[in-house]
C-alpha cells in the first residue's frame, strides 16, 4: 500500500508538470476560435491545417529555413562553448600561473553580471564591425569562453579527478597537452556533455539576442519566426503558431534524450568509466 500511494503521488506529480505540454499539444489541432472561446483541453473538433500553414511557410519564407538557422546558430554556440570553456577551465583547474586565484574570482563575478549591462557595448562593436544582421554575433563569443557558469562547472569537475592520474601522464612523459587530451578530456565528458546539453537548450530558446542581432526575415531562427504568423486582421493566428511551438519543441526533446544517458553513466561512476 505504501508503495501503491508513493507512486500514486508521482503520477500525480508528474501529470501536472506535464499539463502544460499537452494543452500545448491539444492547442494545435484546435481551430482558432475554439482556442479563444473553450477552456476545454481535448479539442471539439480536430484540425490538422494548422500543421499544413506552417509547413507552407510564412512570409514566403519555408518554416525549414527557421529550423535551419535555429540548428546552425545553436550547433555553432553548442561547439565554441565546449571548446574554448573546456580550455579555460583546464588552466584554472591544472595549471599553475601568476594571478590564477584573482583572474578565476574576476571570471566568476562576471556570472553575477546582467547580461543586459553589456548588451549595448556589445552591439556597439559588432556594428562597428558591420556584423550585424549575421549569425556572428550569436556564435563567435561563445568562441570566446564568455559564459562563466559552464567554466566554473567543468572547473569543479576538473578538480575532482585523482590527482594520482595526472601525476602518472606526467611520470610518462605527458606535457600539460598531452594530459589534458589522453587524461583529463575524456574523464570530464559528462561535465562537456551537460554543458553541450544547456548550451543548445538556451541557444535553441534564446529570443532577445536574436532579435538584437538579427534584421532580416529569412535569417530568423525559430523564436522570431514565431512572431511572423499574424493574419489578416493584424491578429495572431494562433491555430499555427501554436503548431510551429510544438515542432519547436521537438528538437529540443530529441536532443536531451540523445544525450541524458551520457549524464546518467557519468554520475554513477563519477567520471572515472574509461578508466
Not at 555553432?76 to 573546456?86: E, F, M, Q, R
Request: contains cysteine; glycine residues 6%.
Amino acid at each position: 500500500m505504501r508503495r501503491f500511494v508513493w507512486h500514486a503521488v508521482i503520477v500525480g506529480l508528474l501529470l501536472v508538470l506535464l499539463y502544460p505540454l499537452v494543452w500545448l499539444v491539444a492547442m494545435s489541432f484546435k481551430p482558432a476560435e475554439e482556442i479563444v472561446s473553450s477552456l476545454s483541453l481535448l479539442p471539439k473538433k480536430v484540425v490538422l491545417g494548422n500543421y499544413a500553414e506552417v509547413f507552407e511557410g510564412t512570409g514566403g519564407i519555408p518554416v525549414w529555413r527557421f529550423f535551419g538557422n535555429s540548428l546552425i546558430v545553436a550547433v555553432l554556440s553548442v561547439i565554441g562553448n565546449v571548446i574554448s570553456c573546456t580550455l579555460a577551465a583546464y588552466a584554472f583547474a591544472r595549471l599553475r600561473f601568476r594571478l590564477r586565484g584573482p583572474l578565476f574570482a574576476l571570471m566568476l563575478a562576471t556570472i553575477m553580471l546582467p547580461a543586459h549591462v553589456v548588451l549595448i557595448p556589445q552591439y556597439t562593436i559588432f556594428n562597428n564591425l558591420e556584423l550585424i544582421d549575421t549569425f556572428v554575433p550569436l556564435a563567435l563569443p561563445k568562441f570566446l569562453a564568455t559564459d562563466a557558469f559552464f567554466i566554473f562547472l567543468i572547473v569543479q569537475f576538473m578538480r575532482g579527478l585523482p590527482d594520482e592520474l595526472a601525476d602518472a601522464a606526467r611520470i610518462d612523459g605527458c606535457g600539460a597537452v598531452r594530459s589534458f587530451t589522453h587524461v583529463v578530456l575524456p574523464l570530464s565528458r559528462p561535465a562537456l556533455v551537460t554543458t553541450a546539453i544547456f548550451t543548445f537548450i538556451w541557444t535553441w530558446n534564446d529570443f532577445l539576442s536574436q532579435l538584437i542581432y538579427l534584421n532580416t526575415p529569412e535569417k530568423y531562427t525559430l523564436p522570431l519566426a514565431l512572431r511572423l504568423f499574424i493574419d489578416q486582421t493584424s491578429e495572431s493566428s494562433y491555430g499555427p503558431m501554436f503548431a510551429m511551438s510544438v515542432l519547436t519543441l521537438l528538437p529540443i526533446g530529441l536532443f536531451f534524450l540523445a544525450f541524458q544517458r551520457l549524464i546518467v553513466d557519468g554520475v554513477s561512476t563519477t567520471g572515472m568509466g574509461g578508466t
